[in-house]
Nanobody, 123 residues
Framework: QVQLVESGGGLVQSGGSLRLSCAAS????????MAWFRQSPGKEREFVSAISGGGAVKYYADSVKGRFTISRDNAKNTVYLQMNSLKAEDTAAYYC????????????????WGQGTQVTVSS
């Protein structure tokens, strides 16, 4: 069982930045592809970004491309989401997810999920 703990959410003004972190309990962290999803009230959970185990392959949703950057530090069992130029529509609960397969996917087909961290962008 892999436990994922997100942190770094908060309230920020439009145009501001936040960095989310997700710490994993799994020692073989590099064997997991990792992703970030987000969900607003009344909406389905949507894909934000994903990264392969070694960090070479990265995917982004069109809505965040050029503004968000995903990265990982396998020595620290942590994945990050740097969010710049935040907009009001980025307001959501952000969830970290992991899957023990080599290829990241943009669907919710992940094995483990964190509890989420709230990001609120004021306009």
């Amino acid at each position: 069982q892999v436990q994922l703990v997100e942190s770094g959410g908060g309230l920020v003004q439009s145009g501001g930045s936040l960095r989310l972190s997700c710490a994993a309990s799994e020692r073989t962290f590099s064997g997991y592809t990792m992703a970030w999803f987000r969900q607003s009230p009344g909406k389905e959970r949507e894909f934000v970004s994903a990264i392969s185990g070694g960090g070479a392959v990265k995917y982004y949703a069109d809505s965040v491309k050029g503004r968000f950057t995903i990265s990982r530090d396998n020595a620290k069992n942590t994945v990050y989401l740097q969010m710049n130029s935040l907009k009001a529509e980025d307001t959501a609960a952000y969830y970290c997810a992991a899957r023990r397969r080599p290829v990241p996917v943009t669907t919710v087909d992940y094995d483990y999920w964190g509890q989420g961290t709230q990001v609120t962008v004021s306009s």
